[in-house]
């Protein structure tokens, strides 16, 4: 019954955003989705299926982006939305591929508590965004590591 709810979700039989669905790396795809306030991730590679939800506290929109956030070669995933206050910044939350594990794993910024206005740098490898300490703004500047299992 399970696989029967999954396949509903990923066939548009859902209510949520349309299906994100990008490689990984050559022999692994994901499908994503927004359902509400959580992230349905379908996970294949050659071998196997694997199913994560990822749950947020959000009531705004949740968007959804993939980029290589720590320049591994694995394609990782974004999940962001308005903030819930006055609506002026973006939040972003950073989900790592596992080999290891089969799933995405979500990292943390350098300093505050979640990536908002997430600026991505190529360049220099590293991902800039603003937090607050004492009222004040601040620009934190985090460089993610590959997992261990990468």
């Known amino acids: 019954m399970l696989l029967v709810a999954w396949l509903a979700i990923f066939s548009g ?8 669905e990008f490689k990984v790396q050559d022999s692994i795809t994901a499908k994503a989705q927004v359902i509400g306030a959580s ?18 506290d959000s009531e705004r929109a949740l968007n959804l982006e993939t980029e290589d956030y720590n320049f591994d070669g694995l394609k990782d995933i974004s999940i ?22 089969k799933k995405f794993i979500e990292q943390q910024p350098a300093c505050g508590d979640e990536f908002i206005n997430l600026k991505l740098n190529k360049t220099k490898k590293t991902l800039s965004s603003i937090y607050y300490a004492q009222n ?15």
């Open 13 to 20: 039989h859902a209510l949520g955003q349309e299906a994100v």
């Open 136 to 150: 004040t703004p601040k620009m934190c500047t985090t460089r993610l590591t590959r997992l261990a299992s990468n």
């Open 80 to 101: 962001s939305h308005i903030d819930e206050g006055k609506g002026v910044f973006l939040v972003s939350r950073i989900y790592i591929y596992s080999t290891a594990n």
């Open 39 to 56: 992230v349905k991730i379908l996970i294949e590679d050659k071998d196997s299926t694997h199913h994560q939800e990822i749950i947020t």
